[in-house]
């Protein structure tokens, strides 16, 4: 008989304990402020009388600018996300140290994100606020159901969020900007390995409920931003430059966390939990062959761009 979604919490109880620990271990203490090149501002017009924003003061290639103000537009969400995993692990014992832990930490991201785009004038400051406030007034809300496929989702968002951090951060060709991103990467890869142990552990204890979740998961997987205004062609822009696309989703998030859990060398699964596994592998082939088309389209496009 297939565990509750509250037994399991319970069993994992003391993995969460174990990896918490190993958590604070590794973790680095950082102040945001140190990232920030606080000599390169200058006021802004308004109160202080001083300069209005314009195109040219941005220093940074376009994708990279689109990149970072997608990437903290999403961390600006930090509260709707807290009460989700709040809500779904609870606030008590190991689980709500978690919750908490996690939460202090990726505040960092989006002080350090917004005060490098503001001292460095690298966003329009207005249009940024005005993102904010719409992104965040429209909040976000899981899809998913059980606490597995949370679990899951977070397992390979955090890995995805590492990636398109320091992606950007060498887009950017500014040596702050990538120095800040890679230290923001640092902490996500260190949540994502969290998630991804606590979600290794629920395949022992409930294989197939757990094929199941992670399945669920790969096959409607959007990123957390999805729902900011524009996003479709932000991600365009963003994959067309390589910082993130399906390509890397496949290569670098979804295949090594999925091989990390040994998904395709699970035995002993039931009628479900085989059929399950059968829909993950022939969705990853159709990813595959989705994003073997989409690279070989861009190399053409670029190509072309280049004749020109």
């Known amino acids: ?15 969460v304990a174990g990896e918490l620990d190993r958590h604070n271990a590794m973790a680095k203490e950082w102040f945001p402020h140190e990232y920030i090149p606080w000599s390169e501002g200058r006021d802004f017009d308004g109160v202080y009388g001083g300069e209005a924003w314009q195109d040219g003061d941005s220093k940074l290639p376009e994708a990279a600018r689109v990149s970072l103000i997608v990437n903290l537009l999403t961390e600006d969400n930090l509260p709707s996300y807290h009460h989700e995993i709040a809500t779904t692990f609870g606030r008590d014992g190991a689980w709500g140290t978690w919750v908490h832990r996690w939460t202090a930490e990726e505040g960092r991201h989006g002080v350090a994100i917004r005060d490098y785009l503001t001292v460095t004038r690298a966003v329009d400051p207005v249009a ?3 993102a904010r406030m719409a992104h965040m007034e429209a909040g976000f809300a899981t899809e998913y159901g ?3 496929q949370q679990l899951a989702y977070v397992s390979f968002q955090e890995l995805a969020t590492r990636i398109a951090h320091r992606n950007t951060g060498r887009a950017s ?5 990538e120095r800040l991103l890679a230290r923001i990467a640092a902490d996500e890869n260190l949540h994502m390995l969290f998630y991804r142990n606590l979600l290794k552990a629920a395949f022992e204890l409930d294989p197939n409920q757990t094929m199941r979740a992670v399945t669920d998961v790969v096959k409607t997987f959007q990123m957390p931003g999805s729902t900011i205004e524009g996003f479709t062609r932000k991600a365009m822009i963003i ?4 910082i993130y696309d399906l390509r890397l989703h496949l290569d670098d998030v979804l295949m090594p966390v999925l ?8 035995t002993g699964l039931d009628a479900g939990g ?4 059968e829909e993950l592998a022939a969705f990853l082939a159709k990813t595959e062959t989705t994003a073997a088309r989409f690279v ?4 053409e496009r670029k190509a072309r761009a280049a004749t020109r």
Not at 1 to 15: G, I, K, R, Y
Not at 296 to 299: D, F, N, P, T, Y
């Open 239 to 242: 994959a067309h430059e390589g």
């Open 146 to 148: 059980t606490m597995l």
């Open 296 to 299: 070989e389209r861009r190399a």
């Open 259 to 266: 091989k990390q859990w040994a998904v395709f060398d699970k």
């Open 1 to 15: 008989m297939a565990m509750t979604q509250t037994e399991l919490l319970h069993e994992l109880e003391p993995v």
């Open 128 to 130: 940024l606020e005005r």
């Open 173 to 177: 060709g500014d040596e702050g900007c």
């Open 274 to 277: 085989e059929q399950a596994r």
